[in-house]
Nanobody
Framework: QVQLVESGGGWVQPGGSLRLSCEAS????????MGWYRQAPGKQRELVAA?????????ADSVKGRFTISISRDNAKNTVSLQMNYLKPEDTSVYYC?????????WGQGTLVTVSS
C-alpha cells in the first residue's frame, strides 16, 4: 500500500500562483504514475495533470501552458508537485493527488484551491 500526504492550496487572486505537493510513501517502488485531479461542486472529478514513471506528462487542455507537474524521488518517498500559474476563477476546486500501480489506485484527502478577488 501507499500513503499520500498533500500540502499547498489555499486562496489566491486571479492571475496568481500556487504550488501543490503530494508525498507518497510505502510501496512506492511499484508506482506507475502520479497525478492531480480536481472536482468542483456539482461536477465530475477530472484529470488536471499526470506524470508517469518514465517522465511522460499529460495535461488537461484547460491548464496547458499554465500548470506544470513534476516529480522527485528518494529511497523513502516520491513527491509530485503541481505548479499552478495564471490561476483563473474556474480553477477553483478541490484538488486530489492520485497514484497508481498494478497493485493500487490511491487518492489523497484533497486540498481546496480558491481563486477569487
Amino acid at each position: 500500500q501507499v500513503q499520500l500526504v498533500e500540502s499547498g492550496g489555499g486562496w489566491v487572486q486571479p492571475g496568481g500562483s500556487l504550488r501543490l505537493s503530494c508525498e507518497a510513501s510505502g510501496s512506492i517502488f511499484s508506482i506507475n504514475s502520479m497525478g492531480w485531479y480536481r472536482q468542483a461542486p456539482g461536477k465530475q472529478r477530472e484529470l488536471v495533470a499526470a506524470i508517469t514513471s518514465d517522465g511522460s506528462t499529460n495535461y488537461a487542455d484547460s491548464v496547458k501552458g499554465r500548470f506544470t507537474i513534476s516529480i522527485s524521488r528518494d529511497n523513502a518517498k516520491n513527491t509530485v508537485s503541481l505548479q499552478m500559474n495564471y490561476l483563473k476563477p474556474e480553477d477553483t476546486s478541490v484538488y486530489y493527488c492520485n497514484t497508481r500501480s498494478i497493485y493500487f489506485d490511491a487518492w489523497g484527502q484533497g486540498t481546496l484551491v480558491t481563486v477569487s478577488s
